[in-house]
């Protein structure tokens, strides 16, 4: 099984050790784009501060990103999984996890990143502020500019299981899942059951907490349809969709009677 899941706006501070290696990072075929990404970024920010927090989105309270930004290839790395935080993360809480579900949250999930394309919870990177809805000048939108190498390297890490999708519209532009590879890949919306309206604040909390779920209970669905049968023996309410066409996704609604 393979979890894409998009990053946090927000996200703890550099760490104390070594800085970033790019060659360390998982997915070596994003180097050469990773090392552009960030180039650009980083030249930006050194640059013109006010051009970078136009280009970027930020508030005046934001300012401090901007120098943040300038200092990536200096400041000190930390595990993806401790850098990323939110409403997400907070529910998925890696810390917590026994040994077997971290080596499982080690191999099965894929953090989808303005900066880097795609990274694993366990790679080391700097604490930073570039999500994939940036233009910058040089490279244009990320969601498109990422989209030729994550082709040529996604679907080998998406390798021949379940692919489940619960990135944002922002990060799912970078790679769509294509193909037989699509035909095994499940997206999810969170619902309020008694409205059946989509929840926004509390689909993020309800998505970490079923990849927690997941990863403590060992589950290992081969496909959509398994996964539906691992979700409601966890205890979730869940409406699935299959696809009427080949090489599409599965579409599951997971209902939630309280939103919190």
């Not at 999708?165 to 990060?171: G, I, Q, T, V």
């Not at 769509?176 to 604040?201: C, D, M, Q, W």
């Not at 209970?217 to 979700?231: C, Q, T, Y």
Request: hydrophobic share 45%; proline share 6%; aromatic share 4%.
């Amino acid at each position: 099984m393979l979890v894409l899941l998009p990053p946090s706006e927000g996200k703890a501070p550099s760490g104390s050790g070594a800085p970033l290696r790019l060659a360390s990072l998982s997915l070596p075929g994003l180097i050469a784009a990773r090392e552009t990404v960030l180039t650009e970024l980083v030249e930006l920010c050194a640059a013109d501060e006010e051009k970078a927090r136009e280009v970027l989105g930020l508030s005046e309270g934001l300012r401090g990103e901007v120098a943040k930004n300038a200092a990536l290839r200096e400041a000190g790395a930390r595990p993806a999984g401790e850098v990323y935080t939110g409403v997400l993360y907070d529910a998925l809480d890696l810390a917590s996890l026994d040994a077997a579900a971290r080596e499982r949250a080690a191999r099965e999930l894929l953090v989808f990143s303005g900066l880097w394309g795609a990274v694993r919870v366990t790679d080391a990177i700097p604490s930073y502020r570039c999500s994939m809805g940036v233009k910058l000048p040089g490279l244009g939108a990320l969601g498109a500019y990422w989209r030729t190498p994550m082709a040529s390297v996604l679907p080998e890490a998406a390798g021949d299981g379940l692919v489940l999708d619960l990135r944002s519209a922002a990060y799912a532009t970078a790679w769509k899942p294509k193909g037989e590879i699509a035909g095994r890949t499940a997206t999810v919306r969170v619902l309020h059951a008694p409205t059946r309206k989509v929840v926004s604040h509390f689909n993020k909390a309800t998505k970490g907490r079923i990849v927690r779920s997941l990863l403590t209970a060992g589950a290992a669905p081969k496909d959509p349809a398994a996964l539906v049968e691992a979700l409601r023996d966890l205890g979730y309410v869940v409406e699935a969709q299959a696809p009427e066409k080949a090489g599409r996704a599965w579409s599951l609604d997971v209902l939630v009677e309280e939103i919190h």
